[in-house]
T-cell receptor, first 112, second 115 residues
């Protein structure tokens, strides 16, 4: 059974460019989460969806960040324009109701 | 908001020995879940063990066990018979059972296993 799939695995881009991170959750899961991991702040929630509807986006740092979930099998996290301080590892995770979350392998984002 | 504290940034253990990683949390809720995740250098987040707050019995998974002290809000992880493959970052995490299902993570403990 396929796990959570994230792409790309690595992304290097210049400041000011648009960045799109992608996530395919495990089939049948009804919750999808986006987390960011940095040395300074650790792992923090950005946003999560339930049945494709955003429930809590209080962790989204600013308007440059947006996330969508157009259907149950796909979600995107966009940063526009990107800044060097956005450099981090971004994780997507999914779960079925209250069951444990399964994480993707993460996207390492470097903004130059 | 719930906070999770891991007071040991780094720990070291010899192969075959036992090590305990500490975690405390702050919450006003009575129903919640606690987790330990392992993150090796490959950066995968791997679920090690979970504990439901309503269960008094401590969870165990092979060489991994927890000491859950609900009144003290403490949730430590014990790794027995440590192996080189146990070397990783270990994160303690809290999840509400009622209000939002996102994970609140501690800052992590880096575990070094020496031969």
């Amino acid at each position: 059974d396929a796990g959570v799939i994230q792409s790309p695995r690595h992304e290097v881009t210049e400041m000011g460019q648009e960045v799109t991170l992608r996530c395919k959750p495990i089939s049948g899961h009804d919750y999808l989460f986006w987390y960011r991991q940095t040395m300074m702040r650790g792992l923090e929630l950005l946003i999560y969806f339930n049945n494709n509807v955003p429930i809590d986006d209080s962790g989204m740092p600013e308007d440059r960040f947006s996330a969508k979930m157009p259907n149950a099998s796909f979600s995107t996290l966009k940063i526009q324009p990107s800044e060097p301080r956005d450099s981090a590892v971004y994780f997507c995770a999914s779960s079925l109701r209250i069951r444990p979350q399964h994480f993707g392998d993460g996207t390492r984002l470097s903004i130059l | 908001a719930q906070t999770v504290t891991q007071s040991q940034p780094e720990m070291s253990v010899q192969e075959a020995e036992t090590v305990t990683l500490s975690c405390t949390y702050d919450t006003s809720e009575s129903d919640y879940y606690l987790f330990w995740y392992k993150q090796p250098p490959s950066r995968q987040m791997i679920l090690v063990i979970r504990q439901e707050a309503y269960k008094q019995q401590n969870a165990t998974e092979n060489r991994f066990s927890v000491n859950f002290q609900k009144a003290a809000k403490s949730f430590s992880l014990k790794i027995s018979d440590s192996q080189l493959g146990d070397a990783a970052m270990y994160f303690c995490a809290y999840r509400s059972a009622n209000s939002g299902y996102a994970l609140n993570f501690g800052k992590g403990t880096s575990l070094l296993v020496t031969p």
